[in-house]
C-alpha cells in the first residue's frame, strides 16, 4: 500500500489549511471538488492506494488550502487509509477540520464527531445527503444538534 501525504510548499505552509473527514461514501471528494474546482477520483475499496488530495480554495476572502482525506470510520486506526487521516490531523497543529457527515446515517458519523472534539481541533459538521435523509423520514434538529456538539 502507498502513501501519498500532501506535500507543503513554502506558499501553503503560509496558507491556513482545511482538512475534510469523515466516513467513507459522505460526499467528501464531491464538496473537495465544489470548494476547488478539481475533479478527484473517488475509491474506497481496502487495498487500493491511500491518496490524499489538496487543492486550494478562496473562503471569506482568504486563501486556504484544502486537503481531501481517505474515508474512515474511526480516528483509533485500523486500517492504513485511517492512520494516513489520524497522522494529518495530529501533525498540524493549526488545521481546521470539516467533517462530512451523511444526514441519513448520522450516528455513525458521531463517533467521529467526537474523537475530533476530543482532539481539540476546530471543527464545522456538514451534513450532506440531507435530500436521501428527508426521503427516508429522517429529521435533524440541526439547532440542537448544533447546541449539543457546541460548534457549527
Keep these: 500500500m502507498t502513501k501519498n ?29 465544489w470548494m476547488t474546482g478539481q475533479y478527484v477520483t473517488v475509491s ?3 487495498g487500493t ?8 480554495s478562496s473562503l471569506g476572502g482568504q486563501r486556504r488550502v ?3 482525506t481517505p474515508g474512515i470510520n474511526s480516528l483509533i486506526p485500523m486500517s ?7 497522522d494529518i490531523l495530529l501533525e498540524d497543529e493549526d ?3 470539516i467533517q462530512v457527515c451523511d444526514a441519513k446515517n448520522l450516528r455513525r458519523g458521531l463517533m467521529i464527531t467526537l474523537q475530533l472534539a476530543e482532539m481539540e481541533k476546530p471543527v464545522v459538521l456538514v451534513l450532506n445527503m440531507a ?5 427516508r423520514g ?10 449539543s456538539l457546541e460548534f457549527p
Design 5 to 33: 501525504r500532501p506535500r507543503k510548499t513554502a506558499a501553503s505552509e503560509k496558507m491556513p489549511r482545511i482538512a475534510l473527514v469523515g466516513n467513507p461514501n459522505v460526499g467528501k471528494s464531491v464538496i473537495f471538488g
Design 44 to 46: 474506497n475499496f481496502p
Design 49 to 56: 492506494t491511500v491518496e490524499v488530495t489538496q487543492g486550494n
Design 66 to 68: 484544502i486537503v481531501d
Design 80 to 86: 492504513e487509509d485511517e492512520r494516513v487521516t489520524r
Design 95 to 97: 488545521l481546521q477540520v
Design 131 to 135: 435530500d436521501e435523509a428527508k426521503e
Design 138 to 147: 429522517v429529521a435533524i434538529d440541526h439547532r440542537r444538534l448544533e447546541q
